[in-house]
């Protein structure tokens, strides 16, 4: 899909409310978005109205919406629409950062528009917004190797080594927000995605 010219005007971290759930796998989203709103000054407050923690942060020189949704995960699409709407934000000017199984720690993607990989939150949003085309900033956390185990696997922290990992790969994708707020989102794309595969750990050629 080609990337769109448009900026980004709303940054939604995905996560489950409450300081039981704050340090597990399924809330990298809402560690992200709390980095942003310390770079860019702003305090995330609860507003009923878009059922979720909101700020406004200047980044560079860009304002953007932060929103952190309060709902639980599975009805997280209520609280992206709600502000959404309200503000007058297109699908494609949003991005949701959340966790990813599919990816290992250490890896993060950028990706417009897709499935959902049975996430909830995404599930929710693409329910809510009538389209999958919103941007995604994907998170690898890694997978269980279960199925059956992946509820309680997103619910536990990452170890300390894949949260080393988990924080390095939210450093970098810091360095692509001058992007996104402007608009180049596939100029971000190939920034972030280029230096992802250079930190990859390379196999040695076969020796004869």
């Known amino acids: ?5 448009s900026p980004i005007k709303l940054i939604v971290g995905l996560g489950n409310p409450g300081a039981e759930y704050a340090a597990t796998r399924h809330n990298a989203g809402f560690w992200w978005v709390d980095q942003l709103a310390r770079d ?3 305090s995330l407050r609860h507003e009923n109205k878009f059922h ?4 406004r942060a200047r980044l560079g020189s860009h304002d953007v919406w932060l929103l952190q949704p309060m709902t639980f995960m599975n009805r997280s ?3 992206v629409v709600s502000l959404a709407q ?5 699908p494609h000017e949003i991005l949701v950062v959340h966790d990813e199984l ?3 720690p250490g890896q993060i993607k950028l990706k417009q528009g897709g499935g959902n990989g049975g996430h909830n939150g995404l599930k929710d949003i693409q329910a809510h917004l009538s389209t999958p085309n919103f941007w ?6 890694g997978h269980p190797g279960d199925r059956a185990q992946v509820a309680a696997y997103v619910l536990k922290p990452p170890r300390q080594e894949e949260q080393t990992l988990i924080d390095e790969t939210l450093d970098r994708a810091h360095q692509i927000v001058p992007q996104l707020l402007s608009g180049d989102l596939g100029g971000a794309m190939q ?3 280029t230096d992802e595969t250079r930190r990859r750990p390379h196999k040695a050629a076969p020796t004869s």
């Open 1 to 5: 899909m080609t990337a769109s010219a």
């Open 40 to 42: 860019g000054g702003a």
């Open 52 to 55: 979720g923690l909101v700020g």
């Open 77 to 79: 699409g209520l609280s």
């Open 86 to 90: 309200f503000y007058r934000v297109l």
């Open 102 to 104: 599919d990816i290992p």
């Open 136 to 141: 995604r900033l994907r998170v690898g956390i």
């Open 191 to 193: 920034k972030l995605h």
